[in-house]
């Protein structure tokens, strides 16, 4: 099954998965607009809201501006997605034992992902005081050591909360998400180890009703219907692990979904690298 995506073209061939392997639903959402200008949200139709509160596509007179708006939306989106890498932003590995021979280990984490490796929960509240994560990866030899009202918090505010072999029950408690639903039941019993991330944002034309909006959507399982203007991104990626190559899928998917959420890449930093297999492509190389 193939990953619902924000634009499409390349990205819908580049991104697409065998369906043991990737499930993802994903709930119509404007497009975030992708420049690197504060993470701005576009309005990528004329359309009034329907009914259920999502958007109607335009039709008749109005079709013919929508596809010019929609199609430079995507260039915007494809733009921004090729000028930045994973390594552009801040990722914590937070795990505890660390298993080198593992495909999930914190060197491959480290080469593929470019994520700094921290093994305690007071240790990641520190280094995130100085350097906020806009990526945080979860061991299952940390979970029962995190904060989830914390992990809570920073999901509804376009974190990306992977965890790197934590069933889909376990990652729902500790983001508080009460309403995803496991789209790939069983995995765990097909792969070794899995990969999962949920996303969830809310396009507001009236902000003052985010708290409701998330409520519903998060916690009483409803639609937005009688909220005019609210669209709601709410969605899951969730992959088997044939070997450490697999992160360079997850590596990519996280990237689409840096633009998505409208995310800004901090200021380049310099990370050490684990000497990296000639198979692997530098970092440097940008869409990666």
Excluded: K
């Excluded at 260039?75 to 890498?85: D, K, L, M, N, V």
């Excluded at 609210?230 to 692990?241: E, I, L």
Aim: charge should be negative; charged fraction near 15%.
């Amino acid at each position: 099954m193939r990953r619902s995506l924000v634009f499409g073209g390349i990205f819908a061939l580049l991104f697409s998965v065998a369906a043991l392997a990737t499930v993802t639903t994903m709930t119509p959402v404007n497009i975030v607009d992708a420049q690197d200008d504060g993470g701005s949200v576009a309005d990528l139709s004329t359309a009034t809201p329907g009914p259920n509160g999502y958007p109607v596509t335009p039709s008749g007179d109005e079709y013919e501006a929508y596809q010019a708006t929609s199609a430079a939306a995507d260039a915007t989106g494809e733009a921004a997605y090729f000028s930045r890498t994973i390594f552009d932003f801040n990722v914590a590995y937070l795990i505890g034992t660390d298993m080198a021979e593992s495909p999930l280990s914190a060197q491959n984490a480290a080469l593929y992902l470019g994520a700094q490796a921290i093994h305690s929960w007071d240790a990641f509240l520190e280094a995130e005081a100085s350097t906020p994560h806009q990526i945080i990866l979860i061991h299952p030899t940390m979970a029962d050591a995190v904060d989830s009202a914390w992990l809570a918090e920073a999901y509804r505010n376009r974190v990306l909360i992977v965890g790197m072999d934590i069933p889909f029950a376990r990652l729902a408690e500790l983001v508080g998400d009460q309403c995803m639903r496991d789209p790939n039941p069983g995995i765990d019993q097909w792969f070794e180890y899995t990969v999962l991330y949920f996303t969830f944002d809310i396009t507001l034309n009236q902000p003052e009703h985010r708290e409701t909006a998330t409520r519903r959507v998060l916690e009483l399982c409803e639609g937005l219907s009688g909220l005019e203007g609210a669209w709601p991104t709410h969605g899951s990626y969730n992959q088997g692990v044939f070997d450490a190559t697999t992160l360079e899928e997850l590596r990519g998917n996280l990237l689409v979904d840096t633009v998505n959420y409208g995310l800004v890449p901090p200021s380049r930093q310099s990370i050490a690298l684990p000497d990296a297999p000639a198979t692997i492509q530098s970092p440097e190389l940008r869409g990666n």
